[in-house]
């Protein structure tokens, strides 16, 4: 029942020189999208720190995007090559540490393509609202709490 | 040396010269031919008309036996077999898929490690100074044309050999028992082919024109290292002299052959009195240049 | 801080879907906010004062202003607040508009999305630092890497613009490929006399330094402060004595050994020569390799006639250094010249054309240099086996080109205009002679150009076979091409006398080493590439570094032209002012919490990061850190990432200013 009203939240990252113009895009040409992501610029996906992403799983997102330039159109060249292999390690972090992985997306949106940025979107967050809310975070938390009776016997 | 044998269907059959001509010279060199036990045919052409899985398959077996007959290098004369198994080792080390499908229908596991080796890699693996050294006939005056076709060189990502547009492979084995290779401009079009059965005319135009040009820059024979290259020019050319009166003959010779003469082999060993076009006249003006052992 | 936020209606783009006043109202609550007001229209004059007034009265130290993207007014809001006495940088822009009332229709989620959007702007200010932009001393002197029409182009422009520019050729005269052509297309101008003068102007121009024979070893340095050293090879002559008489070019004895580059190998050319009559500067050359004095110490006939003592067989390679503040690199190209497919030695590419067994098949430049006038036929229409005159021409297309298993998969643009002006030179010049083109497509997109190749058909009667050859051999001294003829489903077997092969143009060969000098990208082909493929064609990655010319793809001459006209307006902009302000958004090293471990260093795309070694007070070395070179730096904060301390940061994007939007990222939601 509950999951009827549960609109999921999503925290997307991404790159000013394509995904945010290509998002721009979508805006100019009025092609509409759900209400639920929040996009933080950064100026390239190179920028995007594997720790801003648990951040967002903390602070209550049930599902995060990450997108920026095509391969090879990298504003600043190679910053999406690295932010590519990085994310190939850390989503096999994500999942040893029992944050469901298949909550993290990552897309190639260019400036061009506005159209291409609303199926992204709403791919997500239709995709996420079937997973339901994230809880792992707070599970997490609970399992790693150490009782006080314990702490005494270290 | 030893290398694993697959003679194929021709070299058993109409191309019997081939298979004894190469033996004969292989003897001579100490090289040891050993027969996969057991081998089938190679698919040839009528397998890939017909089913992909099975053009992949028959030369799979052949492979896996030679393999679990502990053999390392196979030689496979006829160009087709050539091609085929190696076609067959490409898809099997890129295609997951077709391996799969491969592996089940024959029953059994497939890993690579067999080198594939043609006639003329064969002899390039001998190494050609032996043949030079032991080059027993005068054949400076002997003008060869080197006759590739098509399955030898291409498709070129594939096989790997040799240049597909300007192949230089075979003359320089020709040159290693002394005669001149031409450097005429038919080393690689089509002879016509498989149309041999239904369309005889087709290969007896295109083979006429490749007899053609090898007659225009003078020279004395065509050496082939396939046998439906040697079928359609040696067999067809009968017919190709009787619809056009008045042509040259050029008797057509395997690679082998050539060798063998170059060695003083017999010429009835190396099967050369098989052939249709006949050779005689050619061994005849030869034995006038033998030198002395 | 003190905070102010103001939020846009912009019209009812933004207030239609978006409620605006509550959005102002709610943000009026936040922590930091002193100040939150709507307005219609915030980039509007009344706008920008309502933003000036509340930063005067209310004291603000930064400001966030909801409405549309920052592409759109970033630059608006920062100069308004800037002139108000705010740190350009301490003002954000949340995007309303595009981000959000252009793509949602329901009111509430939308407003409350809003709240969100601004929110977290807010938060993100709280962390943001007063920037000051970088400010870089500019060389105002310009360096142009390659001689032909494209470098002389950029040259001249930025000489006429009151800079010096040193202009580096590799070969002993500049002109490049132009100076070989016969005729241009689609005006059939004689090249040479089109191109000539303006090889003059650049060579008598008071602020071109033109240093000829010669090549760039080194580049370091950046944008508006690079230093470079030029290898001046030895021409065996001094160049100050000179005077270009020729008397040692006619005397030189040895003229038949080598074969002239210029003349594409169809001539010779003695061991002491001018590349042609019309090189600039007209100053010989002795090609030491066949020249007997320095084979045999014999000879010096040149020596004995040269009246000014110019000849210097000692002459060394001289390095020079020149500092300038702009590099433009024309360097142009070269044609496949089909004996070696790229990458892989086995095949020899196109083999079955003959080309180089054949004398009678050539290439484009080769075809040029028969046709002109003081090529090796004097211009007559003579195939180079014989000297006799082909009656039958056969012109082949996409040689090399759009191949991807023997060639190259791109098309080289010029090769259907030029087949196109190579048949119509043959049939103005062979009246009764017959020419064929074989091709695929006709690409003839710029002005004129399409009227051009109906001109060769309809006019001179050229025939346009739409298939390709497959082989080519030879028969009783004719050229056997066999082709299809796609068009009429046919075989065509054409007994030609000679035939053109329009050849891939490609990259030179060496332009991957200066690629690698510059520290510019280079494409799979070893073409220069460019900045942004639509908005940036003649910058390179490399702040400073401009590109004209067939270096960065195959070109023809008006693109050339307009892109070394570009490259020098882009130099010019540099040369502008006398420093060159740089967006603060770069990153910075904490060297106290440096370990030096160089990670930063090996993912910047930029050479950005150094080693800074610090010191004790005594002069020892304490230890070595990174360091931003500013001036390279473009701020994409790889570094900052790939940081395992965090001690490099991006201004302007620090961890703080990113964990503080997703902190406050679903406060509303």
Not at chain 2, 158 to 166: A, G, R, S
Not at chain 3, 96 to 103: A, P, Q, V
Not at chain 3, 187 to 196: F, G, H, V, Y
């Amino acid at each position: 029942m509950e999951n009827e009203k549960f609109e999921p939240k999503i925290v997307a990252f991404v790159c000013n020189w394509c995904t945010y113009t290509g998002a721009d895009l979508a805006g100019t040409s009025r092609l509409k999208q759900q209400t639920n992501a929040r996009l933080i610029r950064v100026p390239c996906t190179g920028r995007i720190d594997p720790v801003f992403i648990i951040k967002a799983f903390e602070k209550g997102a049930d599902g995060v995007l990450v997108s920026g330039c095509h391969p090879n159109d990298c504003h600043y060249n190679t910053g999406n090559f690295h932010a590519r292999r990085r994310w190939i390690f850390f989503r096999q972090l994500l999942d040893f540490v029992g944050i469901d992985s298949s909550r993290l997306y990552f897309s190639w949106v260019s400036a061009s393509e506005g159209k291409k940025w609303v199926d992204v979107v709403d791919g997500v967050i239709n995709s996420v609202r079937k997973k339901g809310r994230f809880n792992g975070y707070k599970r997490l938390n609970k399992e790693t709490e150490i009782p006080v009776s314990a702490v005494d016997k270290l | 040396m030893k290398f694993g044998y697959y003679p194929g269907c021709s070299l058993s059959g109409t191309a019997k010269e081939f298979d004894l001509s190469l033996k004969e010279v292989l003897k001579y060199l100490d090289t040891d031919l050993l027969e996969i036990n057991d081998w089938c045919c190679c698919g040839a052409s009528s397998a890939h008309s017909a089913s992909h899985l099975l053009s992949v398959a028959l030369p799979a077996r052949n492979l896996i036996l030679a393999k679990e007959q502990g053999m390392k290098e196979i030689v496979a004369p006829c160009a087709a077999c050539f091609n085929r198994l190696k076609v067959a080792q490409h898809e099997l080390q890129n295609d997951e898929h077709i391996r799969i499908n491969t592996e089940e229908l024959l029953d059994t596991k497939y890993s690579d490690g067999i080198n594939v080796l043609n006639l003329i890699s064969l002899f390039q693996q001998i190494g050609l100074e032996k043949i030079k050294s032991n080059a027993k006939v005068d054949f400076s005056k002997l003008n060869v044309a080197c006759y590739y076709g098509c399955l030898l060189v291409r498709p070129h990502d594939i096989l790997k050999f040799d240049d597909p547009e300007n192949p230089t492979t075979m003359e320089e084995v020709v040159k290693a028992t002394g005669a001149k290779p031409v450097d005429w401009n038919f080393k690689v079009e089509c002879c016509g082919a498989a149309h041999s059965i239904a369309h005889t005319e087709i290969v007896e135009n295109l083979s006429m024109k490749i007899l053609d040009d090898a007659i225009n820059y003078k020279a004395n024979v065509i050496v082939v290292a396939c046998p439906m290259c040697h079928s359609n020019l040696d067999m067809r050319q009968k017919n190709i002299i009787k619809h056009n009166p008045g042509r040259n003959k050029i008797p057509i010779l395997y690679l082998s052959q050539l060798i063998g003469l170059s060695l003083g082999l017999d010429h009835k060993k190396l099967g050369l009195d098989l052939h249709f076009i006949d050779t005689a006249p050619l061994i005849a003006s030869l034995s006038e240049n033998e030198v002395a052992v | 801080m003190r905070i102010g936020v103001f939020i846009c209606h912009c019209g009812e783009n933004i207030g239609r879907t978006v409620d605006c006043p509550s959005v102002a109202s709610a943000c009026a609550n936040f922590s930091g906010v002193v100040h939150a007001e709507d307005y219609k229209y915030m980039c509007s004059d009344p706008g920008q004062n309502l933003i000036k007034q509340a930063i005067k009265e209310k004291n603000l130290d930064a400001v966030v202003v909801g409405s549309c993207s920052p592409h759109m007014h970033e630059k608006t809001f920062r100069k308004a607040c800037s002139d108000a006495g705010i740190n350009p940088f301490l003002v954000e822009m949340a995007n309303l508009r595009e981000h959000c009332s252009w793509i949602h229709d329901d009111v509430p989620s939308a407003t409350r999305k809003a709240i969100d959007l601004v929110r977290m702007l807010v938060e993100k200010v709280k962390f943001n630092e007063p920037l000051i932009p970088i400010r870089v001393p500019v060389t105002k002197r310009a360096l142009v890497i390659g001689g032909g029409i494209s470098g002389i182009q950029a040259s001249l422009d930025i000489a006429n613009a009151g800079y010096e520019v040193v202009l580096v050729e590799k070969e002993p005269s500049i002109g490049g490929h132009m100076s070989q052509l016969s005729e241009t297309f689609p005006t059939l101008d004689c090249s040479q006399c089109i191109l000539t003068p303006r090889m003059v102007e650049v060579y008598q121009h008071p602020r071109i330094k033109l240093v000829s024979y010669s090549e760039v070893e080194n580049v370091e340095g950046f944008i508006g402060n690079f230093s470079v050293t030029i290898r001046k090879k030895a021409r065996s002559v001094k160049d100050e004595l000179c005077t270009g008489c020729g008397l040692c070019v006619q005397k030189c004895p040895i003229k038949k050994v080598a074969l002239s580059d210029f003349d594409e190998g169809l001539a010779t050319r003695p061991a002491m020569y001018v590349p042609f009559p019309q090189a600039v500067p007209n100053i010989p050359v002795i090609d030491r390799s066949v020249c007997t004095y320095f084979k045999t110490g014999k000879c010096q006939l040149c020596k004995k006639v040269c009246g000014r003592e110019a000849i210097d067989f000692e002459q060394q390679d001289q390095l020079i250094k020149e500092d300038v503040g702009a590099i433009i690199v024309a360097t142009g190209y070269k044609l496949y010249t089909i004996d070696k497919k790229p990458d892989e030695s086995m095949i020899k590419g196109y083999g079955e054309y003959g080309y180089g067994k054949f004398k009678d098949v050539v290439d484009g430049l080769q075809f040029e240099r028969i046709a002109s006038a003081s090529g090796p036929t004097s211009g007559e229409m003579l195939r180079p086996s014989d000297k006799t005159t082909p009656k039958k021409i056969v012109f082949i297309q996409c040689v090399g080109s759009r191949d991807e298993s023997k060639g190259f998969s791109y098309c080289s643009k010029i090769c259907c205009m030029y087949t196109a002006k190579h048949a119509m030179l043959y049939k103005h010049k062979v009246h009764d002679g017959e020419a064929y083109v074989f091709y695929m497509d006709i690409r003839a997109g710029g002005k004129n150009y399409d009227e051009f190749v109906r001109r060769a058909i309809e006019e001179d009667g050229v025939k346009y076979i739409r298939g390709r050859v497959s082989k080519i051999y030879e028969e009783n001294g004719k050229l056997i091409v066999k082709g299809e003829d796609t068009l009429a489903g046919v075989r065509v077997e054409i007994d030609a006398d000679m035939v053109v092969l329009a050849t891939a143009m490609i990259a030179q060969n060496d332009s991957v080493k200066l690629a690698q000098t510059l520290s510019v990208s280079y494409d799979k082909y070893g073409f220069f590439n460019e900045s942004h493929p639509k908005l940036k064609p003649v910058e390179t990655s490399t702040g400073g570094i401009f590109l004209a010319g067939a270096c960065n793809a195959p070109r023809d001459i008006p693109d050339s032209v307009s892109m070394a006209s570009a490259a020098a307006a882009k130099a010019l902009v540099l040369f502008g002012s006398d420093v060159l302000e740089r967006e603060p958004v770069v990153a910075k090293v904490n060297e106290a919490t440096c370990a030096g471990c160089f990670y930063c260093q090996k993912v910047c795309a930029y050479n950005a990061i150094e080693q800074k070694e610090i010191k004790d007070r005594q002069g020892n070395v304490i230890k070595v850190v990174a360091y931003v070179n500013s001036g390279l730096c473009q701020g994409c904060g790889t570094c900052n990432a790939t940081c395992p301390s965090k001690s490099v940061e991006l201004l302007g994007f620090k961890d703080d200013q990113i964990f503080a939007q997703i902190n406050s990222f679903a406060e509303v939601f």
